[in-house]
């Protein structure tokens, strides 16, 4: 089994907190297309949020 981690967050100082999903939808499809035979097993997503720290998007896969 082996394990991709994606990670998406945003600069402490920007003026937008939000994480765009259409980069971390393409970021994670061009990854996809460039391993075309790999076999998922499993998919995790985390979304880490706070009042002091912008928001962070983990993506977990779990492929052979």
């Known amino acids: 089994m082996k394990v991709k981690v994606f990670e998406f967050s945003k600069d402490f100082w920007s003026w937008d907190w939000k994480i765009d999903d259409a980069i971390a939808e393409t970021i994670i499809a061009e990854w996809l297309a460039n391993n075309p035979k790999v076999k ?4 995790f997503h985390q979304n880490i949020e706070s009042f002091w720290h912008p928001a962070q998007l983990i993506v977990t896969i779990y492929y052979t």
């Not at 998922?40 to 998919?43: F, K, P, Q, R, S």
């Open 40 to 43: 998922i097993h499993n998919i």
